[in-house]
T-cell receptor, first 114, second 110 residues
Framework: DTAVSQTPKYLVTQMGNDKSIKCEQN?????MYWYKQDSKKFLKIMFS???????INETVPNRFSPKSPDKAHLNLHINSLELGDSAVYFC?????????????FGSGTRLTVV | GEDVEQSLFLSVREGDSSVINCTYT??????LYWYKQEPGAGLQLLTY?????DMKQDQRLTVLLNKKDKHLSLRIADTQTGDSAIYFC??????????FGGGTRLMVKP
């Protein structure tokens, strides 16, 4: 069973469209994250949720809106997609906010905006 | 992440040892991590070290931490072609917020 699963794996869409990426974890973790990996492989935190509550919201355009319906899910909705949004988006989860547990990552969603 | 830096590329021959280096600026880091990313996949946690340790060994992997110099290294003994990947170091703070380096692409030649 996949521990952290994201759908879709690939997403190609036109500028201006609205799209969603879904993430689910079956590890019983209570903290989930969204990271963006650009073409140079840099990973930047976007959002973090702990027990369905937003705890980290880095400088991300408000076109990006995360939603956590329960502890096992953290979805990412993106409005009015732009070319610069093209990247690989990774979902991750961890147990609590204590250091030392590291994160478990999903396999990523490659978003291409044309 | 600008406060975690790694060299971009490392090439070694199969059977040799690989040493991947990382420097960081924030001395409040409590844990430091090494992740591996294979093509088209997510990041896989390889190992981690607590900031009050100098060394940790796990099979072919040895992590060295020089806290004074804020330098972290990952040594892979007997490197295999299957070790070819991008390796990320990351530092974690007390709130388990991870900041990643830019990744080192390891190429292993047969």
């Amino acid at each position: 069973d996949t521990a952290v699963s994201q759908t879709p794996k690939y997403l190609v869409t036109q500028m201006g469209n609205d799209k969603s990426i879904k993430c689910e974890q079956n590890l019983g973790h209570d903290t989930m994250y969204w990271y963006k990996q650009d073409s140079k492989k840099f990973l930047k935190i976007m959002f973090s949720y702990n027990n369905k509550e937003l705890i980290i919201n880095e400088t991300v355009p408000n076109r990006f809106s995360p939603k956590s319906p329960d502890k096992a899910h953290l979805n990412l909705h993106i409005n009015s997609l732009e070319l610069g949004d093209s990247a690989v988006y990774f979902c991750a989860s961890s147990q609590g906010l204590q250091a030392g547990y590291g994160y478990t990552f999903g396999s990523g969603t490659r978003l291409t905006v044309v | 992440g600008e406060d975690v830096e790694q060299s971009l590329f490392l090439s070694v021959r199969e059977g040799d040892s690989s040493v991947i280096n990382c420097t960081y600026t924030d001395s409040s880091s409590t844990y430091l991590y090494w992740y591996k990313q294979e093509p088209g996949a997510g990041l896989q946690l390889l190992t981690y070290i607590f900031s009050n340790m100098d060394m940790k060994q796990d099979q072919r992997l040895t992590v060295l931490l020089n806290k004074k110099d804020k330098h972290l290294s990952l040594r892979i003994a007997d490197t295999q072609t299957g070790d070819s990947a991008i390796y990320f170091c990351a530092r974690g703070d007390a709130g388990n917020m991870l900041t990643f380096g830019g990744g080192t692409r390891l190429m292993v030649k047969p």
